[in-house]
């Protein structure tokens, strides 16, 4: 099997060490592994800037999707209403987790080029009352457009809404201040920012907005209070837990705290991403968003020409040790390259070089 770095958002590529880690073979309710998941649990309480006393983490098993339903799932009463900001396919995701779930929803749809106005999301919080939570993706990973939390945060908070955000492709790889966003609920997985493998997702939830869900969950094994309910007592998990995961993912996050904490990291995908973008505008590879509103996480490039062939591009680029992600656009052909995970800048300008001798060989460019 030949072995190559992965540029897309999760899996992603990870460290020898964290790796390693699934070598040992754990036991569920051994205090050794217990204590694993609460040391895991205090962790993420500090990456989110939360104190203890107000905010508490979930773990809970399956990919990001999984947890997000949890979430939906738990956090959405019979008589409460969410917003949906949508503008790529995981917003619309959490559309279709709220309908699956019968909930009771609106959205706010945008295309996938566009950023949400303040002012559009001020008129629907004022011309529908019922509504009780805004919900929006932070990294919207589809396009690689960073959303704007804060100012809408701020204006669901004004209105005294419930803030959930998914920060799947964000959290760990680009600060977030909770507490001072004051969101309720924020969302992530092992597998991205904070460079684990698959296997479980987490929420960091304010206790008081958690603990006000009981009773919602229309599904046993995504009841998020349940699930809370059972771990905050000394960290055994409710159903069996992926061992291996889990200790992976502690790995993971001593390497993060190593690194330099969430700043430093922020600074190499940044760097990263700059790089990137600004090697292959260079090839004749332009984004298809906006410079200003692009994340440091993943980049979605047009393609170069009418006679451009992926398949050919993506096969010579994986023989040479890296493999690059299809796009996720309708309308538009695109394809993507991810800059989070064990990648660092001479990556980046290795493959940047893989892709010009690519050209080179090619009439495409
Ligand atoms: C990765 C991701 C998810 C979850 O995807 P899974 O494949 O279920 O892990 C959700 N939202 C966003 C923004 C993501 O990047």
């Not at 009463?77 to 959490?94: F, Q, V």
């Not at 006000?212 to 349940?226: F, I, Q």
Request: proline share 4%.
């Amino acid at each position: 099997m030949s072995s190559y770095k992965l540029l897309t958002p999760g899996p992603l590529t990870t460290s020898r060490a964290v790796k390693e880690q699934m070598l040992v073979d754990r036991c569920t309710w051994d205090d050794d592994y217990k204590a694993i998941t609460q040391k895991i649990r205090r962790q993420l309480l500090g990456l989110a800037h939360v104190p203890e006393h107000v905010y508490t983490t979930v773990l809970m098993q399956g990919s990001g999707t999984f947890v997000v339903e949890a979430v939906l799932n738990t956090c959405l009463g019979p008589t409460d209403k969410a917003l949906i900001i949508t503008n790529g396919a995981y917003g619309e995701r959490l559309a279709q987790i709220a309908a699956y779930n019968q909930k009771n929803f609106c959205t706010y749809a945008l295309p996938y080029n566009a950023v949400p106005e303040g002012d559009v999301v001020e008129d629907i919080l004022k011309g529908d009352q019922a509504i009780t939570h805004v919900v929006m993706v932070h990294c919207e990973t589809t396009t690689g457009m960073l959303n704007p939390v804060e100012m809408v945060a701020n204006i669901a908070k004004r209105h005294g809404k419930i803030v959930i955000i998914d920060a799947m492709s964000s959290f760990g790889g680009i600060p977030m201040h909770v507490e001072d966003l004051q969101l309720d609920f924020v969302i992530s997985s092992a597998n991205k920012c904070i460079q684990g493998v698959p296997g479980f997702g987490f929420v960091v939830a304010k206790k008081e907005q958690l603990l006000a869900c009981e009773g919602n969950a229309t599904s046993l094994s995504l009841d998020l209070v349940a699930q809370w309910k059972e771990m905050d007592k000394d960290g055994k998990w409710r159903y069996t837990s992926p061992t291996h995961v889990v200790a992976a993912f502690s790995k993971a996050l001593d390497e993060l705290e190593e690194e330099g904490g969430v700043q430093a990291r922020y600074t190499r995908y940044r760097t990263n991403n700059a790089t990137l973008r600004k090697e292959m505008e260079k090839l004749g590879f332009h984004s298809y968003i906006a410079e200003v509103v692009q994340s440091p996480i993943i980049t979605t490039f047009l393609f170069p020409s009418s006679t451009f062939s992926f398949k050919s591009f993506y096969e010579f680029i994986k023989a040479r040790g890296y493999v690059i992600y299809p796009g996720k656009l309708t309308n538009v052909d695109t394809f993507r390259i991810g800059n989070i995970g064990d990648i660092h800048e001479e990556d980046m300008i290795e493959l940047v070089q893989i892709i010009a001798d690519y050209q080179g060989g090619k009439i495409d460019a």
